[in-house]
């Protein structure tokens, strides 16, 4: 959801960004997000429906100049592939724009209800407007 919201963020500002989203494992690559999570973008304006899930690589580190990580098992598994103290500075909590250096979870509402979602979904709202804030200051 947090690509699909700087994706539309992007395109409405007309910033010029390249956005991706990547898993750290490997069991859901080619697959589409949650069909929860894609009603709950399109209810919110935030199409989601053409993702589909790849796995992070080291590549990532030379492709892109910040990784934004949901939870602390993102994050260790991030960092395990950095080559570098350049790669690991890259890697940080999306949660931390909204509460620094807490190293807050984004909270998985797999087993929730459509309210999980959505709540979900707001603070992912959130927080996107508030990494794209910090990042043009």
Do not use: C, W
């Amino acid at each position: 959801m947090a690509d699909g919201l700087l994706r539309r963020k992007i395109s409405e500002r007309k910033l010029d960004l390249i956005v991706d989203s990547a898993g750290t494992a490997n069991y859901h690559v080619g697959s589409a997000p949650d069909k929860r999570m894609i009603e709950t973008g399109k209810r919110n304006g935030t199409p989601i429906d053409f993702l589909r899930a790849r796995q992070f690589t080291k590549a990532d580190f030379k492709n892109f100049d910040y990784i934004l990580v949901m939870d602390q098992s993102n994050f260790r598994n991030v960092s395990a592939l950095a080559s570098s103290n350049e790669d690991q500075q890259k890697v940080h909590y999306l949660l931390d724009e909204l509460y620094p250096n807490q190293q807050a979870e984004v909270p998985d509402p797999y087993y929730g209800s459509l309210d999980d979602f959505q709540s979900v979904y707001e603070l992912l709202d959130q927080a996107t407007d508030a990494f794209l804030l910090n990042l043009f200051k």
